[in-house]
């Protein structure tokens, strides 16, 4: 949750959305709070309102909001990361993510049938996945894709979350 905010609130400090719109290279149009923060205090993933400030019902519930992180998760994906985790992952696991997901958001009615990524089955996003895993939410296609990053990138993500993701 974000320090500079009140409890549930979806007004983020001015640091906070100073340092997100400067991630995201624009404004950032849809309310949202600091889900997951690096070990520097800095918002690393972002949690969205489920709808935006003229009411249009947004399908993304967490973002990815550190340059780092999203350039390293693209990495991933661009070696064939979106088939690999869809093939490595057990699929009733799989669906339970989707379910866990949905349930999170029971105010999205036009979400119904989709999961992580707006993903209707299998994996669409790993950013999505990401960014649900380091928010806390339950996926085993991000812990998938939190390991690969770990070994391929170790020194970035543990400057990002502070703290060791997986053991040898």
Same mark, same amino acid.
């Given at each position: ?20 719109? =400067? ?14 923060? %690096? %070990? @520097?205090?800095?918002? !690393?993933? !972002?949690?969205?309102? $489920?709808? @935006? =400030?003229? +009411? ?9 909001? @550190?340059? =780092?992180?999203?350039?390293?998760? %693209?990495?991933?994906?661009?070696? #064939? ?5 869809? %093939?490595?992952? @057990? $699929?009733?696991? /799989? ?5 866990? *997901? ?9 979400? =119904?049938?989709? +999961? ?9 996003? /790993? ?5 649900? *895993?380091?928010? #806390? #939410? ?7 894709? !939190?390991?690969? /990053? *770990? ?8 400057? /990002?979350? +502070? ?6």
């Amino acid at each position: 949750m974000d320090a500079g905010a009140p409890e549930g609130s979806w007004t983020p400090s001015a640091d906070d959305r100073s340092w997100v719109e =400067q991630q995201l290279g624009r404004g950032a149009k849809i309310p949202f709070r600091a889900a997951r923060r %690096s %070990s @520097d205090g800095r918002p !690393i993933v !972002i949690e969205l309102a $489920a709808f @935006d =400030q003229e +009411g249009t019902p947004q399908s993304n519930w967490f973002w990815l909001v @550190d340059r =780092q992180l999203v350039a390293a998760v %693209s990495r991933l994906e661009s070696v #064939g990361g979106v088939r690999l985790a869809a %093939s490595a992952v @057990d $699929a009733a696991a /799989l669906d339970l993510a989707n379910r866990s *997901y949905r349930s999170g958001r029971p105010e999205l009615a036009h979400m =119904q049938g989709r +999961g992580v990524g707006g993903a209707r089955a299998g994996v669409k996003c /790993l950013h999505a996945h990401v960014a649900f *895993y380091l928010a #806390g #939410g339950f996926t085993p296609v991000g812990v998938w894709a !939190i390991a690969r /990053l *770990y070994w391929s990138d170790r020194p970035l993500l543990e400057a /990002l979350v +502070g703290e060791t993701l997986c053991e040898s």
